[in-house]
Each structure stands twice: as C-alpha cells, then as structure tokens.
C-alpha cells in the first residue's frame, strides 16, 4: 500500500479533506489533474455565508466560517479573512417573506443574524423601504488562491503528498473495491479514494464504473476597476431578490449572480483537454444581472470591469451537497454537489469527511449527503433539477417565487 488515502482533485475540496486526513495521522496522497486550485476554486467569489436552508448546512457554514478565521491557530498556516459581514437584503413583497421566515430559522438553528435598517455603503444606496438582514458572522476571501496556498501548505507540512499536473486515468477495483488510482506513469494503492475532481467529478467516478448524482452549471463574476470612492472594509451585500451578489474586490467592486436561465457545460461530452479556462464566459448575464440593482449600486453597472472570470459549479437535485461513501463500491467516495458553495463549505466538508473516513462513523448529520440518496435518477432529471437549484440559489425553498 501506497498511501491510507490518495485524494483526486487539489481544489478546496479535496486539499481541505486531505488536510484533514493528514492532521489525523494518515498517510495521504493528493493527485492532481492541473495545478492545485487552478480550476473552480480558483475563481471562487470567496464568499462565505451563515444563512443557509437547512440546519446542517448552517452548522456547516459556521464551522467553515470559525475554522476559516482561526486557521492559523489549528493548522499552522496564516490565512487573511475579511471579517466584513455582510447584509441580506429584499425588495420584493415575496422576497421580503422568504428573508423574515430565512431570519427566523437560522437564529433558531444558531446563526447570528438581525433584522437592520441597511447603512448607506460606498457602493450600495439602500432605497429605505428594502426589508434588510445583518449577518456579522460573514466573511470573505479577498483572493481564492491565499485559501488553496494554505490548505496547500498545510497539508504538505502535516505529510501529505501532493503531485501536479498528473490526471488520474483509472480507478482499479479489485475483489469489489476501489483500490487506488492509475496515472500515466505510475499506480497508486490505497484502501481509501476520494473523488474530489470537482466538474469532472462523473468522469473519474465513471472510471470505477460508479455514477455522482451532479450536473454541471456555468457561473460567473466580475470586479470592476479600482475607484477610490469604494471602501474596501465594505460589508457584502446579497440582493435575493436580484440574486446578485456585492462585494469590494481589488479596490473595486466584485458583482456576481444567478441567471434565471443558467448554462449547463458538461465537460463529459467536451474534449478531454477541456479546462475551466474553455468555460464560455457572457459579459450580457452579469450586465442584465446588475441592471437589476443599478439604482442603489450603479458601478455595478457603470464601471469599467478590471475582471470577468467563471467556471463550473456541481449542483445536485436537492442542492445539497454529494458528500460520502459511493454505494456498492467500498473504498470510494465523494466530496462534490457543492451548488456554488463548496469554496466556502470546504473546511467543513473537508473536517467532516476526514472524520468520517478516519473513524468509520459519520459526524451528526453527514449521512444526509449520501451519494445514494437519489436512486438512480435520469440525467435529463438530474440537470432540469440542477438548473433549478442554480437559478434559485438565495431562495431554494420557494419555487413560487420567480
Ligand atoms: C465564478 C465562481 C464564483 C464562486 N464563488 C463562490 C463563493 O463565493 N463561495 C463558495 O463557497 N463557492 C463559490 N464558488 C463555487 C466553488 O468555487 C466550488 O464549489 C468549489 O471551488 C469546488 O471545489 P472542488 O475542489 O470541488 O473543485 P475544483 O476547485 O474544480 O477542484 C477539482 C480539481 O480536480 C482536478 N481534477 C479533475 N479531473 C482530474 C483527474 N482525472 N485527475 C486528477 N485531478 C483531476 C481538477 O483539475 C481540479 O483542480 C464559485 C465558483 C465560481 C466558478
């Protein structure tokens, strides 16, 4: 045996579970396609949130959030956060609705969220009549890459093994298991593998003949010209109701969405060579997104973009995540189905994962995320309900919202 644990994919994800792994004494061996962080969460907005729809995922948010500002203390590596916070905010009567009812159970499930009257911003002018949510406990990574350099670090500091720019072509399944991965030059044995490859996550499950059930969406952000009138010690702001997201970036300002009509890619019936750099990008959508807040963020709108960047997000049916042991095929398992959270999920996803691997229990709750738990569904299905998710990312529970 080569390794207790190799890990497919040096994103956030798979680098979070094998630092975690690697923390708790296990030999682990990260293998990877391109360079560490060089596909989705490298173009991440970076945003973390404490509002989520269910109670396991604001504990996992919060965990993320509390293991993302202390890291330096429990894995060794520095990591600058943005203790910002940031604002919720609705415009509509409907979405005023789902804000007050999204208000009222994430404090009963722990979150540190208030009703505000929203303050004027540099770059946000609140009309005064919006229902508003103060979340202090939010947070930002100003730059993707500085959460992947630690996570990165960390890992190689506690004994993990990480290869770049070395794709895994094959999982061997021998007397019903997943036994390791096959390179171009080399074989791995391990007892234990971990499919974190991201978009490519059904490609490299399809290699052991097993099946995630994700899709594959487009998204996309920008961040505009620095402008001196922006502060950059500026809250989030998230407008549901626009589903558009705010935030200062590089002395400018980042503006990013969710479209109603998104754009599946799905790289399995792409070229192998394709990348995320070959994801189609479409100033339009972000341009429409942010005409939507242009009264109360004009540079949203207005100012001259610095940046345009976008990837892929793996979204499941119910928008949550597709995190665990493959059914029917012992030794392999999933860290996937982030729905546009997995950036900011991963210290948490990684913690609970490892945990699960390490001591063959699941942490309270992770079972939930079984990789089963939607039988065998369609892939026509699996993407209408992908889409859905995405196109409904601040309001999941309401499909009556439009
Ligand atoms: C524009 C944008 C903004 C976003 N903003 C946020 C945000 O603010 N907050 C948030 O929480 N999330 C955000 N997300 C989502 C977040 O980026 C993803 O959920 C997260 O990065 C997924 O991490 P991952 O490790 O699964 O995937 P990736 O980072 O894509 O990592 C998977 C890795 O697997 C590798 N790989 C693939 N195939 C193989 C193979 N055969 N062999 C070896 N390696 C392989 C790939 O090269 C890649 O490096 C955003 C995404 C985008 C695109």
Aim: hydrophobic share 45%; with cysteine; glycine share 10%.
């Amino acid at each position: 045996m080569d390794a207790d644990i190799v890990v497919i994919g040096a994103g956030a994800l798979g680098l979070s579970t094998a630092l975690h792994c690697a923390m708790s004494g296990r030999s682990v061996a990260v293998v990877e396609r391109h360079t560490a962080g060089s596909q989705a969460s490298g173009r991440a907005a970076g945003l973390f949130k404490s509002v989520q729809a269910d109670e396991l995922r604001t504990r996992l948010a919060r965990r993320s959030i509390a293991k993302a500002v202390t890291f330096a203390d429990w894995a060794g590596t520095p990591l600058a956060v943005a203790r910002s916070g940031s604002y919720l905010i609705a415009r509509t009567v409907q979405h005023r609705e789902f804000l007050r009812r999204e208000l009222a159970q994430s404090r009963r499930w722990g979150a540190d969220v208030r009703e505000a009257t929203p303050a004027p911003l540099s770059y946000y002018r609140p009309a005064g009549d919006e229902f508003a949510v103060w979340c202090p406990e939010d947070v930002y990574i100003e730059e993707p890459a500085s959460l992947i350099e630690a996570c990165l670090a960390a890992s190689q500091r506690h004994g993990a093994v990480v290869s770049e720019n070395e794709p895994v072509i094959g999982i061997p399944v021998m007397a019903g298991r997943a036994a390791g991965v096959e390179t171009q030059h080399r074989s791995i044995t391990a007892p234990v593998v971990v499919d974190a490859a991201g978009a490519w996550v059904r490609r490299v499950a399809g290699l052991a003949g097993a099946r995630v059930p994700v899709t594959t969406v487009r998204h996309q952000l920008l961040i505009t010209a620095p402008d001196a009138d922006i502060d950059p010690a500026d809250p989030i702001t998230r407008v549901v109701d626009a589903a558009v997201y705010l935030r200062p970036a590089r002395g400018g300002l980042m503006v990013g969405g969710f479209e109603p009509d998104p754009l599946p890619v799905d790289p399995r019936h792409l070229p192998a060579s394709f990348t995320t750099d070959d994801v189609p990008l479409d100033l339009g959508v972000l341009r429409r997104l942010a005409a939507q807040v242009t009264d109360e963020a004009p540079a949203a709108s207005a100012a001259p973009v610095a940046e345009h960047r976008g990837g892929l997000f793996t979204m499941s049916p119910d928008g949550r995540f597709v995190a665990g042991p493959v059914p029917n095929l012992p030794g392999l398992w999933v860290a996937s189905g982030c729905n546009g959270s997995g950036f900011s999920s991963s210290l948490a996803i990684g913690e609970a994962l490892a945990t699960w691997i390490t001591s063959g229990t699941p942490p309270p709750g992770l079972a939930e995320f079984s990789p089963g738990r939607f039988g065998r569904l369609r892939d026509d299905v699996l993407l209408d309900r992908g889409l859905w998710q995405y196109a409904h990312y601040y309001d999941p529970t309401a499909p009556d919202l439009g």
